[in-house]
């Protein structure tokens, strides 16, 4: 009978050692997973407190154009009514003073030249208040006043406008 004797002590201590490191590395491991899934966890109720606010200042953004839309139709609409009857009833004044047959001849000059200022700032109150609000955007909708926009721009500049389907 023959035998060989090898001492495999080192051998056994390197496994025992590999073990323990791969336990060791295993632990590390799922620790890690842990940490990356909180954070996943955490990232996902960021963005979604982050979409939750995102949709707070769309409808906010949405309140305060309809807030500014409400006010510009009011002022459009006191421009156009307030100051465009008390200029229109200047301007009838002024023709009544006019055409009056006691008026002086340089007087009635002078009234004709301050009822055209007058007709040029009813003008320009109508102007303003159609810009502010035109009124065709409450009646026939956003197309429509773009369309009539256009095509006042479009004859003011003498560029033609090429509408587009």
Do not use: F
């Not at 001849?105 to 040029?120: I, K, W």
């Not at 109508?126 to 956003?142: F, H, I, M």
């Amino acid at each position: 009978m023959v035998g060989t004797l090898a001492d495999i002590t080192a051998r056994k201590q390197g496994e025992a050692a590999l073990r323990g490191a791969h336990g060791a590395l295993e632990a590390q491991v799922q620790a890690r997973a842990a940490e990356l899934a909180l954070a996943n966890t955490q990232l996902a109720i960021e963005v979604a407190e982050r979409r939750a606010t995102e949709a707070q200042v769309r409808e906010l953004l949405g309140q305060l154009v309809n807030a500014e839309e409400d006010k510009r139709r009011r002022l459009a609409r006191e421009l156009h009514d307030s100051l465009g009857q008390h200029l229109t009833a200047l301007a009838l004044g002024l023709q009544a003073v006019q055409e009056d047959p006691e008026t002086q001849p340089a007087a009635r000059e002078r009234l004709g030249q301050l009822r055209e200022v007058t007709q040029r700032l009813d003008e320009d109150v109508d102007r303003l208040s159609y810009e502010l609000r035109p009124a065709v955007l409450d009646d026939l909708g956003l197309n429509e006043a773009l369309r009539e926009l256009s095509s006042a721009w479009a004859q003011d500049s003498g560029v033609p406008v090429v509408e587009v389907q």
